[in-house]
Structure formats: structure tokens, C-alpha cells
């Protein structure tokens, strides 16, 4: 082996040697963290939760360790404890003590969601609050709005429903309205009420981009909103299209949506990316049930390193373009950022 070093290719055994070195900025944890592109913080997560009837009911979701049903006075600690570690929004499902056809409780000033609204900002009136808005968990077929005599959701029929569920929402206090029913024309119906009602500054955060997808199994079990009948392709997005993901979101932002979702996330990472060049407000995404499920059972057979995969995965939405990440794993997430007492 020879090393020449009065020339300008250097060479070892008459092989040149590389003028640029990539791994020159790799070789250290701090360095690695110095230039790193894309960066996950506590401030990016909003955390699911699911609020049921009832008093000191925190009850574990089978399909989903680490998740629970909880009352609201549970549900109240359980924000607390989110909220010291850093977390700054929550999302809010609701299962009502009752379902029928119309979704009558989705719009009940008294329902499980809007109770929690009301004692999640007088306990922590910091926390952004954000609601979900869809009939699903509300009726008693599972679909995502008023099915009409022909077995087909009803979209104008249900588009006032959830207009009036959004009003409920914002008289409770709710800083964001997350419609997720994929109706056409829901967004432009829920800010018009909203403005004309006084919530101006109520926002929206639309599930633009949502696929009828297989990925969200464990979380129908959750709210119970398995369809009794059909599915939900003839309003929710097919796998294959991208650029109807775009029209659907932008036409989501013209409506007034003040932020746009991508659901799912890890198998739509090229739409999420397309979306993000598309819109000029902030772009969520959802990392589904199913892939918080998938995780889950594979760590728990020794198969995945849990902690390494969510880093890896949660990186992976923001490099896709992600403003926010709705993660069932945020907790898990910010307990390790606490932890490690350094910058995410």
C-alpha cells in the first residue's frame, strides 16, 4: 500500500482515493444531530383520545395497548399527565351512551365530547383541544352520516348535521373542528355556521385526504363504527388516485379549512408529499390505528425495537412534509424526549 501525498489524487494500492467524504459529518451522535435535516419535537404531536360515559372508567382498548376508553373525570388526569410532558394537543373522540340512525348525540350540548371540551379548557386552558367531527361514532349503522332509502349516506342531509355537531363543539369551547366524514361541501357548511354564530375564530382542520383504507381496524373496534352493511368507498378516497387527493384538499382550503389532514400515513407518504406542495396552510397527518397495532404486536414479539421504529417513522412524516403528526405513540414519544433531556 502506497499513499502519494504530492499529487492530487491521493490512491492506495493504485486505487483513488475519495475527494468527498459523506461519512465526514456521520461520524458522531452530536454531529449527526448538528446537521440533520428534519427534527421531531413534542410540539408536533397531538395526541388521540377517547372519551366514554360514565365515572372512573379507564379501560384499556384490546387492539390497541396503551390506549384507553376513559370517563371524562379519567380522561382529565390523563391530559394532566400528557400536558407535563410537553404534549400540547389533544384529539377527541366520543362514544355516546346511545346510537341511532340520525347521530342525535353528536350534537348534544351535554355529550360525552363537549363535556370534555368544557373541563379539558377550564383545567387546562393552554391545551389545544381539537374534536373530531364525524357521525360514525354516533350512529347506529356505523356510517358517517344519514343513510338514505337507497343504503347510500345522504351528503346534503348530513352536511347540516355536522354543521350543527361543529356548533355544539365550538359553544363548548373547542379551539379546532377536525370534520373526518369526507362529505363534499362540509367545510364551507361548518364555517358559515360557525361565522354566522360568533366562532369566527374557531378553526378547522379537515380531513382533506381520507382513504377508505384497511388501516383503521382497530379503531372502528374502539368507537364501535364497524359499517353494519356496505362501506365507506362511495365517499372516502380510493388507494390508487393522488390527484384527487389534491383536488380534495385544495378545494378544502378554499372552503375555509385552516389546516388539512392526510389519512393514513405510513402508506400514503407520496400523497402527504404531494399535498404539502400543493396547499399553502399546514398539513397534518394520521398515524393510524392500524399502523400504532402494527407496531405494537411486532415489539411485543422482539421483532421491531418499538422506540427506534416511532423515531424512525414519525422523521419519515415530517421529511414527507408533515406541520403535525397525530400519533397514538406521542406519549410514548415525549416521555423519551423528557427522559434524554435533549433537543427533539
Request: proline share 5%; charged share 25%.
Amino acid at each position: 500500500m502506497s499513499i502519494t501525498v504530492n499529487r492530487v489524487e491521493l490512491d492506495v494500492d493504485g486505487l483513488p482515493l475519495p475527494l468527498k467524504r459523506a461519512r465526514r459529518i456521520r461520524r458522531s451522535e452530536p454531529l449527526r444531530r448538528l446537521v440533520a435535516e428534519h427534527r421531531v419535537s413534542v410540539d408536533d404531536l397531538i395526541e388521540p383520545l377517547f372519551v366514554v360515559p360514565g365515572k372512573n372508567v379507564h379501560q384499556e382498548i384490546a387492539s390497541m395497548p396503551g390506549v384507553y376508553h376513559q370517563s371524562v373525570d379519567r380522561l382529565m388526569e390523563d391530559a394532566k399527565a400528557a400536558a407535563a410532558l410537553g404534549i400540547r394537543a389533544v384529539l377527541l373522540f366520543g362514544l355516546p351512551p346511545h346510537k341511532d340512525e340520525n347521530a342525535s348525540a353528536l350534537s348534544d350540548p351535554h355529550g360525552v365530547v363537549q363535556q370534555a371540551i368544557e373541563a379539558l379548557k377550564r383545567a387546562l386552558p393552554e391545551l389545544i383541544v381539537i374534536a373530531d367531527l364525524c357521525a360514525c361514532e354516533y350512529t347506529s349503522h356505523g356510517h358517517c352520516g344519514i343513510v338514505g332509502a337507497d343504503g347510500i349516506v345522504d351528503n346534503d342531509r348530513t352536511i347540516a348535521l355536522l354543521a350543527q355537531g361543529a356548533l355544539s363543539y365550538a359553544r363548548s369551547g373547542v379551539d379546532i373542528i377536525a370534520p373526518s366524514d369526507m362529505m363534499d361541501g362540509r367545510v364551507r357548511a361548518i364555517r358559515h355556521v360557525l361565522d354566522r354564530e360568533g366562532f369566527s375564530n374557531t378553526a378547522i382542520l379537515s380531513y382533506a385526504v381520507k382513504y377508505a383504507s384497511a388501516w383503521y381496524g382497530p379503531f372502528r373496534e374502539a368507537v364501535d363504527s364497524t359499517p353494519a352493511f356496505g362501506d365507506r368507498r362511495t365517499h372516502q378516497m380510493d388507494a390508487p388516485n393522488v390527484r384527487e387527493a389534491l383536488k380534495e384538499a385544495l378545494q378544502d382550503v378554499d372552503e375555509g379549512a385552516d389546516m388539512v389532514m392526510v389519512k393514513p400515513g405510513l402508506p400514503y407518504l407520496d400523497v402527504l408529499w404531494r399535498v404539502r406542495e400543493a396547499v399553502n396552510v399546514p398539513v397534518a397527518v394520521y398515524n393510524v390505528s392500524g399502523e400504532y397495532a402494527m407496531i405494537k404486536a411486532a415489539a411485543k414479539s422482539g421483532w421491531l425495537d418499538e422506540a427506534a421504529v416511532v423515531d424512525e417513522m414519525l422523521v419519515g412524516f415530517k421529511r414527507a412534509g408533515a406541520d403535525c403528526i397525530v400519533s397514538y405513540f406521542a406519549r410514548s414519544f415525549a416521555q423519551r424526549r423528557l427522559n434524554t433531556r435533549t433537543p427533539s
